[in-house]
């Protein structure tokens, strides 16, 4: 386990085997997730790591609206 420091401006760095092996580069989005003991860092998916993941999704008739409901108030 690596210790890291908080700055005065409350940023910290993240070890380099850490951005490794994580795939964390300059301009990458992290979510912080607050936990009981701290702070949960996650990697927010790009859209290439999200596309196809609906694909084969068997949808049913009840799930599809017609045009009209899909207009904003």
Do not use: F, H, N, W
Request: glycine fraction near 6%.
């Amino acid at each position: 386990m690596t210790t890291v420091t908080v700055s005065s401006k409350y940023q910290i760095v993240i070890p380099k085997e850490a951005r490794r092996k994580l795939g964390i580069s300059s301009g990458t989005r992290l979510q912080a997730i607050p936990e009981e003991s701290g702070i949960r860092l996650v990697k927010e998916p790009s859209i290439d790591d999200i596309c196809g993941l609906l694909k084969g999704l068997k949808v049913q008739d009840a799930d599809i609206r017609d045009y009209e409901d899909r207009k904003l108030p």
